[in-house]
């Protein structure tokens, strides 16, 4: 597996939207409601890696081959008073590649890139029911708090979120 920033190409763009669709389907809160259409996946993604273009975000891709395997985000854009944070989000990994290192990699090229950039503090959010808490407590990220029914699962009914912190 390769592990290399994401940029705006019909077939990315169309990969991260099957991948979105796919990760929603399956539960993966993520921010959307299933049903998730390809298009309202790809418009989202659209604006994502246009933020990507602007220098506001890092989105990594994983690929074996010419097939996207999973995905990262890192958020860069961050408030004056917090210049030396930033964010992990959407991490995401195609059902068939789960369980066998994709989101460790992402995460680690994230982190990388975050040290280039100067930041010294990762903050990131994962669902209560279903999230990714175990990847990121070995990945050395501390447990902060949970906030009680925080967002609602793609198909329905209320989880609260683990927020997670990471001096790099």
Do not use: C
Request: positive net charge; without cysteine; aromatic residues 6%.
């Amino acid at each position: 597996m390769t592990v290399r920033p994401l940029r705006s190409t019909p077939d990315t763009r169309k990969q991260l939207a099957e991948l979105l669709v796919h990760t929603v389907v399956g539960g993966g809160s993520v921010g959307f409601m299933h049903p998730l259409t390809s298009e309202a996946a790809a418009t989202f993604w659209d604006g994502a890696l246009a933020a990507a273009e602007r220098d506001e975000r890092i989105i990594l891709g994983g690929w074996d081959g010419p097939q996207l395997l999973g995905t990262v985000t890192l958020v860069l854009n961050m408030p004056p008073n917090q210049p030396h944070r930033a964010e992990i989000a959407k991490m995401m990994t195609h059902p068939g590649w789960r369980g066998v290192g994709v989101a460790t990699a992402l995460l680690r090229a994230a982190e990388a890139l975050a040290v280039q950039r100067g930041r010294t503090l990762l903050v990131l959010d994962t669902a209560s029911d279903g999230g990714a808490a175990g990847l990121y407590e070995r990945a050395g990220y501390t447990f902060a708090g949970e906030v009680p029914d925080y967002a609602l699962k793609p198909h329905g009914g209320l989880t609260g979120t683990r927020l997670y912190w990471k001096r790099i």
